[in-house]
């Protein structure tokens, strides 16, 4: 691996300082299963490795009923899935950190540089993105705050100005009856890459017949995950049935605009964009049902 | 080249110290500064696991972990196992069932194992495979491992 220089930072304004003096020659250390290899395979050209584990806030893990949940940017997947709070009242995000690479990735790995990394095909970003999730990011000017979906901007590009880091993601306390929901497709069981990824948030009324609001978000048909705003409008105020579902399913797919790669073609991707959002949608819907 | 740093950890039990740059991984450490050459280079990039390790109770990949790092953390390797007059029963399990053709993967699968059974004592046939999902095994077509998994389960 290219020679860097290690900094163990302990406050956010020295990692803030570092990340200003550095510029594009630093990187930022949480759990490095991207990070390391990029600089393995020479993708990042670092002169200094900034660790943000020691750092108080990139660590903090709170469910408060009241203001919701505070996930530190720095927080490993194995402890959100271990997080009895978490899986209660976020199920969606849960589905995602299961099967972000394997146990010993989600030991080390995060939601925060999962979303830092912004591939395009990241599990973890739509999750964040049907439950309103807002990115707390410090920087020189002080704290800012971004809602997830514009954090985003392009492959590995993110909304992170010169010297910002993320913090942490806030996720608000999930409404009345509401619930989850994330799944992909990959040609494996596990350990893979999505081929498609699709998210889902549903809010229901009181009968559970009918939808509130709702929330699709996408992965890895677009340089960016997408929030499928006009399909998650759709379903404003409607009762639930096939029809309405598949409208949704269908407005979700005019959005997509998936390349061909190795992993699959446009085309297939934009038909498992359909069957994957139906799926959310109804797997969110069925766990609103069955929590009763 | 950047400085050496000076790293003090605790390795299957005992203090240990070290002076590593901070572009070694945690795999190179422990083979190339430290010679416990158990844990094994496969890919390098966190897919195959074979240099599966355990660090404060976690498995991880050590290639995906920089040797500076683990400045005072405990990690387990391989080579912590076993005891002077016996094998460890998940050793023996895959003794047993021959779980291992070429043994590349063997030391990296046998730590993810423990890191499993101290988690799980008594995992389900699923819970295993998704658990060694991250370790790969170009022989044994993982049957065998799997077994040797649950019976190590079934013996301690």
Redesign the interface.
Known sequence: ??????I?AKTVSEAVALLGEKGDKAGL?S???DL??Q???GKKNLDW?I?I?SIPEVNELTFDSNSGLTLGAAV?C?QIYANDSICESFPGLVDATVII?????Q??AGIGGNLCNASPAADGIPPLIVLKATCVIAGPNGERELPVEEFCTAPGQTALEKGEMLISLKIPVPEKNSSSFYLRFIPR???DIAVVGAGASVVLDDSKQRIVSARIALAAVAPTPLFAEEASALLTDKEINDDIIEEAAQAAQSIARPISDMRGTAEQRTHLVGVLTRRALNGAIERVRDAA | ???K?HVQTTINGESVEFLC?????LLEVLRDELHLTGAKEGC????C?AC?VI?DG????S????G??I?GKSVETIEGLADPEKLHPIQDAFLENAALQCGICTPGIIM?AK??LDNNPKPTEYEVR??????LCRCTGYDKIVRAVLDAAEAT
């Open positions: 691996m290219q020679a860097f220089e290690y163990d250390l759990g490095g299963t390391i290899v600089a393995r395979e490795i660790d584990k490993p194995y690479g394997g146990t010993a990735i030991g080390r069981n596990e350990m | 080249m950047a400085k740093s740059e901070p572009r070694q991984s390098n990039n966190g897919n696991g599966s660090l976690r498995l991880v990949n290639c995906l972990v920089l500076v790092e400045e993810s890191a499993l998704y658990w060694l999902a991250g370790n």
